[in-house]
């Protein structure tokens, strides 16, 4: 076979994005479109890992044995989710193990809205209502992605991850047609999580350096901004219907766009979350850092009693 | 009201919850993501296991608690888990162990159980021995990879196998509620069942290389609602929300 | 030997009776039997399966891409293996 040249490569390799023609583990691919990938995927692998921590921190505390039983199997399928998407990364050639420990090490990125602590009950709700849904917002165009195994993954995370958001709403239904109590529970929740859900699409497309690139290759299908008014466009009623307010003096339906307009996102707090200073930060890296650490002797003691058996099979 | 068999359903829903809950506690924590998913898969069963028996205990009793009620409103001392069930998670190797322990136990349990004289504890053995079966499986793998593991391993497992096993025999725990339901067909000689706990821990202990304790000291109380200090703080949490916010609905 | 990563297995699903087992995605599992439980709890909790496949992803061995020309094309112009190419008389049936 003739060696083709880097230029018709990337010439063959664009026209097959171009027509839609997805990409597979050992086809050629540019190296930043790997790198772009493994650094999205990873990122988002890590995201539902540090994502069980916030709201597994309420199961041993759940309000009844319906509501712990479903809070525990979201947990444990973002534990899946993780895993799916650890799996698309491996076969970009990035060792589960070693993606990790970069974000272990802190040099990977995972999303920061899991850096806010759940400090009541109704987190769970404005977690799965909010959190949940500006994820499924964020994935379902990715079902679409030009990288087959990613795509493959979001199918099926997008599939699993359809109870999430309805038992959070109906999480939040309850609490606002309870007691005062709970209504001002769940609209301190809303208060709360309302922005850092906003902040989940990433920055606004004029400050976002990989946007224009990941649209080109179809690694990303829709842009920040386009999400996030889709987000608010989608949700303010769903508050409304319910009597819960959404914090946002400047909230307004503008007839003439066809959209809500919102107000601005508090950007330094943005950044600085994402540079690791959120209020659990420094915890969610640690406990995640912890577990690892801890498991060691498990996974070794796996890996040498495997190795005896084969042994004993091969004397 | 039948009490006995009131008594008998919540002892058997108690260990189901409280297990139940211990194990919900690895969630994120776990050694390896594909164990994490395992662990919780195990802590759903049992969250199930204890809604339709704890359902069933409510229906029983006759005075209107739920399933709810029962798991989040009572007092500790009428809690009558086995102490095994409340015993801190510790490393990997002390919840394998004190999983398998259990699971050797509840197998057999939920095998004599089908055969119930009482339609709706035979249904709820059923669903639940398929369950078991599987935790079984998994925990008694467990201890026999880490228990012919590395001597780090070997060493971790066998010392949870020292500590965890004076509350072993608790399992077996007998009085005149159980020879009450015995009498009535409703469930069966622990004796035999004792008889393939102790086969089936043997058989596994020595794949895994382990030693059973020589130390014969038992401890119980459990089953009668005297507890160790541990279930007074797994009772603090699990009963949170119920208690700050009494009568609401969830 | 001992302190690494666990294998990479490829775990492959029969959703039901009567159906192939398709490939569903990968897991990390020290050995094949903790691979099959491991692919249980991972891609059958919404009963996805009736059977379940595990392979030492490095026990597969795959075609290169490069080749696709000449592994697949040559297929193409063969069309007389497909039933389409032949004409029958209007109004035939059982063929």
Redesign the interface.
């Known amino acids: 076979m003739k060696e083709l040249d880097i230029n018709e490569l990337e010439r063959r390799f664009q026209e097959k994005i171009d027509k839609d023609i997805k990409i597979e583990p050992n086809d050629w691919m540019p190296d930043n479109y790997r790198q772009t990938l493994i650094r999205q995927i990873s990122q988002h692998a890590h995201s539902e890992i540090v994502g069980m921590l916030p709201e597994g921190n309420w199961i041993t505390r759940a309000p009844n044995l319906r509501r712990k039983a479903v809070l525990l199997a979201k947990v444990q399928d973002e534990a899946g989710h993780g895993l799916y998407l650890y799996s698309a990364t491996e076969t970009l050639g990035a060792d589960r193990e070693d993606t990790i420990d970069d974000l272990h090490s802190g040099k990977a990125k995972y999303s920061s809205i899991f850096n806010y602590p759940t400090l009541s009950w109704a987190d769970m709700g404005a977690i799965g209502w909010l959190v949940d849904g500006a994820a499924i917002m964020n994935q379902v165009p990715l079902c679409r992605c030009s990288y087959g195994p990613y795509a493959r993954a979001m199918v099926r995370v997008c599939k699993e991850e359809s109870f999430h958001q309805r038992q959070g709403y109906e999480i939040m239904t309850t609490l606002a047609n309870g007691t005062p109590e709970q209504k001002a529970m769940a609209q301190d929740a809303l208060n709360r999580f309302w922005w850092p859900a906003l902040m989940m699409f990433g920055p606004s497309d004029k400050d976002s350096k990989h946007t224009a690139q990941s649209m080109a290759w179809k690694i990303k299908r829709q842009t920040n901004d386009e999400l996030r008014q889709q987000m608010v466009d989608i949700t303010v009623p769903q508050a409304e219907l319910i009597g819960l307010t959404v914090p946002d003096p400047d909230l307004k339906w503008n007839e003439e766009r066809g959209h809500y307009d919102f107000g601005e996102i508090n950007w330094d707090e943005f950044w600085n979350v994402v540079k690791g200073n959120g209020p659990c930060n420094k915890e969610r890296v640690e406990a995640r850092r912890k577990a690892k650490e801890n498991g060691a002797w498990v996974r070794e003691a796996a890996n040498a009693y495997a190795a005896k058996q084969k042994m004993k099979k091969a004397s | 009201m039948d009490n006995a068999l009131f008594e008998y359903l919540v002892r058997l829903g108690d260990d189901s919850l409280i297990l139940g ?1 211990r194990l ?2 690895w ?12 662990m ?2 195990i ?2 069963d049992l ?2 296991q ?2 339709s028996i704890l359902k069933y205990a409510g229906e029983v009793e006759g005075k209107g608690r739920t ?2 009620d029962l ?2 409103l009572r007092y500790e001392r009428e809690y009558r888990n086995t102490l095994l069930v409340e015993q801190p998670n510790g ?3 002390v919840t394998m162990m004190r999983q398998f322990l259990f699971d050797a136990f509840r197998k057999p349990l939920f095998e004599q159980l089908v055969n119930s004289s009482d339609a709706q504890i035979a249904a709820i053995a059923a669903k639940s021995l398929k369950e078991t079966k599987y935790h079984f ?2 925990s008694a ?1 467990w201890v ?3 228990g ?3 001597e ?2 070997h060493e ?1 497992v066998q010392n949870a196998l020292n500590d965890l096993w004076r509350y072993t025999d608790e399992m077996f725990f007998t009085d005149e509620v159980d020879r009450d339901l015995e009498s009535r067909g409703i469930t069966f000689s622990m004796e035999d069942l004792k008889n393939t706990w102790q086969e089936t821990v043997k058989s596994v202990l020595d794949q895994a290389t382990l030693e059973i304790p020589t130390n014969g000291w038992q401890h119980d109380g459990g089953r009668k609602g005297l507890h160790s200090e541990h279930l007074g703080y797994i009772l603090a ?2 009963q ?3 208690r700050a ?1 009494p009568g ?3 | 030997m001992s302190n690494k990563e666990w294998p990479l297995w490829e775990v492959f699903i029969r959703s039901k009776q009567g159906l192939n087992h398709k490939h569903v995605g990968s897991l990390r599992a020290a050995d094949a039997e903790m691979a099959v439980s491991n692919a249980r709890d991972v891609y059958t909790r919404r009963s996805e399966g009736v059977s379940i496949w595990v392979v030492e992803s490095s026990h597969v061995h795959a075609s290169h891409p490069t080749d696709a020309d000449a592994l697949f094309e040559p297929a193409h112009s063969k069309v007389y293996r497909h039933p389409t190419f032949y004409d029958v008389p209007e109004g035939i049936e059982h063929m």
Request: aromatic share 10%.
């Open positions: 809950h919900s506690e969630c994120g924590h776990g050694p390896i993501l594909e164990e994490d998913i395992a919780t898969n802590a759903l969250v199930g204890t809604t399933e709810d798991a989040f490393d990997f190797g499986k998994h793998e026999i990879r880490l012919d593991g590395t780090e391993s971790r949490e699990l949170y929300m119920q916010y609401m609905e969830w």
